[in-house]
Each structure stands twice: as C-alpha cells, then as structure tokens.
T-cell receptor, first 112, second 112 residues
Framework: DVKVTQSSRYLVKRTGEKVFLECVQD?????MFWYRQDPGLGLRLIYF???????EKGDIPEGYSVSREKKERFSLILESASTNQTSMYLC???????????FGPGTRLTVL | SQQGEEDPQALSIQEGENATMNCSYK?????LQWYRQNSGRGLVHLIL?????REKHSGRLRVTLDTSKKSSSLLITASRAADTASYFC????????????FGKGTRLSVIA
C-alpha cells in the first residue's frame, strides 16, 4: 500500500522555536509538496521539489525553508515559529506535475 | 495562480439523496482532478478527468467536464453518512512545470 507519512499528527511549539516537519514517501516519486491549510483559505502551497536537492517557492514561502537530501524525504523547517504559523500542514508527492498527488495524514501545529 | 473554485461552499443533505458540487476554473486545462478530505486528515484522490472527456464514472461518483464553460461537476449518488467530508477540485498550473492548484472546497454533510 503506497504511503506518505508525516512525523507527527499533533505538535505544540513555543514562539521562536525552530520546528522540523518531516515527510517520507515510499513510492519513488520525484515530486514532493508542502501545503498549509487554514479555514476559509483552502490549501496554500509553501514549497515544492521536483528532484533531490532542488526546491521551488510556492505561494507562501515566507517564514519557511525546506530540505530534500534524499528522494523519499522532504522536510519543512520553521526557522523561528510564530503564532501565525499555527495551522494544518500537509505533505504530498506525485510522479508527475499534473498527476494525482498522494497526501500524508497532516500535522496540526500549534505555536503558543 | 489559476484556481478552481467550488460551489457551494457547504452542502447538507439526507442520506440516500444525491449531492452535486461544482468547480469553475479560469484558463484552459488538460485535466481536472477531484479529491476528498475527511475531517482532520489528508486529501485522497477520487478521480481525474481529461480535457477530451466529457464524463467519467467511479462507483457512486460521476464527474462531468465542460471545457467550453470551464466547469466541472462531481455527483455523488445515494449518499451515505460516510461521504461526509470536504471535496476539492484541482487544476494544473499555468505552465507545464507548475504544481496543481486546489480550490477552497465544498463541505458536504450527509445526515443519517
């Protein structure tokens, strides 16, 4: 069964902390994506990657960075967490830009 | 960026009734996808319809695409309480290398 896993389902951090969200896929997909989802705003793309060590900014990259050292793993980093980064974070992967995306279960991050 | 927009934002029906959700988009596409999201979870791909297809079926799901009107509809027949979820349409970005763009979703409640 194909899978995208995320390191935590729920996470609580303090303002100013450095936060790592990990995503791993077992489908050998080239493409990986990070979204945040907030009520009324839908899914917004933060960063994406089409290859190892490659990254592209999405619609809302400010305050975030990413790392893709291995094909199966795509990490989202909040360098200094702020309360406005409290959100649901979703990771996804796909085999082609226009193909079906497979999503992880999401990480609900609360920044206090 | 191009975005599909779902209508209505929310829909409440009785079990056994049919549910119809619509998606409008702005520019030419080569495919359109529908996803489901159960509360607090990741998105799950339901169906992809290509621009040269007018209708596609998958179990109790029927998707139509009208490229002249730049719209698509998702019909769920004989709905069940388990169909309660948010439904999103997704369209390819403007250029071949741009990720999918998701709408804000329709929240469907099926009352037993």
């Amino acid at each position: 069964d194909v899978k995208v896993t995320q390191s935590s389902r729920y996470l609580v951090k303090r303002t100013g902390e450095k936060v790592f969200l990990e995503c791993v896929q077992d489908m050998d997909h080239e493409n990986m994506f990070w979204y945040r989802q907030d009520p009324g705003l839908g899914l917004r793309l933060i960063y994406f990657s089409y290859d190892v060590k490659m990254k592209e900014k999405g619609d809302i990259p400010e305050g975030y960075s990413v790392s893709r050292e291995k094909k199966e793993r795509f990490s989202l980093i909040l360098e200094s967490a702020s309360t406005n980064q409290t959100s649901m974070y979703l990771c996804a992967s796909s085999s082609g830009t226009r193909n079906e995306q497979f999503f992880g279960p999401g990480t609900r991050l609360t920044v206090l | 960026s191009q975005q599909g927009e779902e209508d209505p934002q929310a829909l409440s029906i009785q079990e056994g009734e049919n549910a119809t959700m619509n998606c409008s988009y702005k520019t030419s596409i080569n495919n359109l996808q529908w996803y489901r999201q159960n509360s607090g979870r990741g998105l799950v791909h339901l169906i992809l319809i290509r621009s040269n297809e007018r209708e596609k079926h998958s179990g109790r799901l029927r998707v139509t695409l009208d490229t002249s009107k730049k719209s698509s509809s998702l019909l769920i027949t004989a709905s069940r309480a388990a169909d309660t979820a948010s439904y999103f349409c997704a369209t390819p970005g403007f250029s071949g290398n741009t990720p999918l763009v998701f709408g804000k979703g329709t929240r469907l409640s099926v009352i037993a």
